[in-house]
């Protein structure tokens, strides 16, 4: 990729990017860029992007190398890794509910106490994830607990 | 050094555990010396217990190994498991090794009682605290979302 910086005369900064596809590396640029404005710069399957506020997504989590949001209505990739999306918006809310998934505290319906230390949450969509031995204890540091 | 220190932690639960059981038994035993007339407890008895007790703790750590959780009827199968060996090891080695003889025969089938009440009470304990854990994570939880 070729970086070109102009320093010239206008009232507001710019960036321009020029590319023939939105690909992946142009994907990540502009996610960057993005999440200074504390959204979340998405794509869906058709590489269409979108701005998400933190507070939409209701967890993340990793596939084979690729991260994906849920929001409850619709499934985006994102080109930030999991230990980003929570050291950036953990004070929103996101938390690290395991080795591949980031979830929503504000989205968590119930929480129930499992065995071996672990921790059952319900989502407010209905799906259940399981919060690992190795979180659980951050979990209910995060809680107040 | 990893396993070393895996095995250590193993033996500090595997012994609470022993030790757990262990005071039960020797509890009722020595209630059975003393409404027999008797106020000692033979020291070999008490090193037969102290086996059987670690024996059970053994098999209750492979049983349930720690970290690990089955759900439905795996749970279930395992803690039938638990429930057979906690009886033919607790009735197996008071009957075979004579732990409370002099015992009326109705006296023993309370012991047998007992031992399938404080079974079940093990169980009822660790549902309570889960259920106690679950309210605490909760009211964690709605204290934290309506906080921020």
Redesign the interface.
């Known amino acids: 990729m070729k970086i070109t910086v102009e320093h010239i005369d206008i009232p507001e900064n710019e960036v321009i990017l020029r590319c023939p596809a939105l690909g992946e590396e142009m994907l990540g640029v502009l996610s960057l860029l993005r999440s200074g404005l504390q959204r979340l710069c998405v794509w869906d399957d058709s590489r269409r992007t979108t701005l998400l506020a933190p507070n939409e997504v209701v967890y993340c989590e990793t596939m084979e190398d690729q991260v994906f949001v849920y929001t409850g209505q619709a499934m985006y990739q994102i080109a930030l890794g999991l230990g980003e999306l929570e050291s950036r918006y953990g004070s929103l809310g996101l938390f690290r509910a395991g080795k591949s998934v980031v979830v929503n505290l504000h989205h968590i319906r119930s929480l129930v106490s499992q065995g071996a230390g672990r921790i059952q949450a319900t989502l407010a969509t209905g799906e259940k994830l399981m919060v690992s031995r190795r979180y659980a204890p951050l979990l209910r540091e995060r809680l107040g607990l | 050094m990893e396993y070393f220190d895996r095995f250590y932690l193993w033996g500090i639960d595997t012994k609470y555990r022993m030790g757990l059981y262990f005071a039960a038994v020797v509890f009722f035993k020595g209630l059975v010396n003393v409404l027999l007339g008797d106020r000692t407890v033979d020291i070999v008895i008490l090193l037969e217990m102290l086996l059987a007790c670690f024996a059970f703790a053994c098999l209750e750590s492979l049983i349930f190994p ?4 089955w759900t439905g009827k795996g749970q279930g199968r395992r803690i039938a498991l638990w429930a057979v060996l906690a009886n033919l090891i607790f009735i197996g080695c008071a009957w075979g090794l004579g732990w409370f003889t002099g015992a009326p025969v109705w006296g023993g089938l309370l012991l047998i009682l007992l031992l399938e009440c404080a079974l079940v009470a093990m169980w009822y304990a ?1 549902w309570l605290k ?2 106690r ?2 309210a ?3 009211q ?2 709605q ?3 309506e906080g ?1």
């Open positions: 720690w970290g690990k959780e660790l889960e259920k854990d679950t605490i994570l909760n964690g939880l204290r934290f979302q921020t």
